[in-house]
């Protein structure tokens, strides 16, 4: 193998590009958006006001606020075709867990689990999954 100079090995020290974003200081374990220190992002900040955030460069105004709450409200309309499937799962869901509140609460990655083939060959109750949204 031939040695390069100033050549090492990994990613440590590596600078892929400057950001005026994000900030990563893994050393010392930050890691900010835009300045702002991402645990203080979690803990006061929404979903929205982070979006606004790293779109313009600065927490919104109440305005601002509302409106982007409202764009992406739009955009999280399901098609009719997914609606109706989750309405058809009510009547199963409601006679297997006992209330559409409780299933509600589960998550839907459980569900993946019962027809994943990598889980059909266990026979132990303690091996299996808990499926169907969790019921």
């Not at 100079?5 to 600078?15: A, P, Q, S, T, Y």
């Not at 050393?27 to 982070?50: C, M, N, P, Q, W």
């Not at 589960?106 to 499926?131: C, F, I, K, L």
Request: include cysteine; hydrophobic fraction near 30%; glycine fraction near 8%.
């Amino acid at each position: 193998m031939v040695e390069v100079k100033g050549f090492k090995e990994g990613l440590e020290d590596v600078v892929a590009a400057d950001s005026s974003i994000c900030y990563i200081d893994g050393g010392r374990g930050i890691l900010s958006y835009r300045g702002i220190d991402i645990h203080d992002l979690a803990d006061k900040s929404t979903f929205e006001e982070v979006c606004f955030l790293l779109w313009e460069g600065r927490l919104p105004r109440r305005e601002e606020l509302e409106k982007a709450r409202r764009e992406l409200g739009q955009e999280r309309t399901l098609p009719q075709e997914m609606l109706e499937l989750l309405s058809s799962l009510v009547p199963h869901l409601t006679r297997r867990c006992g209330s559409p509140a409780r299933s509600r609460r589960s998550s839907p990655h459980t569900t993946a689990s019962a027809t994943d083939s990598r889980w059909s060959n266990r026979t132990s109750r303690s091996d299996t999954p808990r499926t169907f949204f969790g019921c």
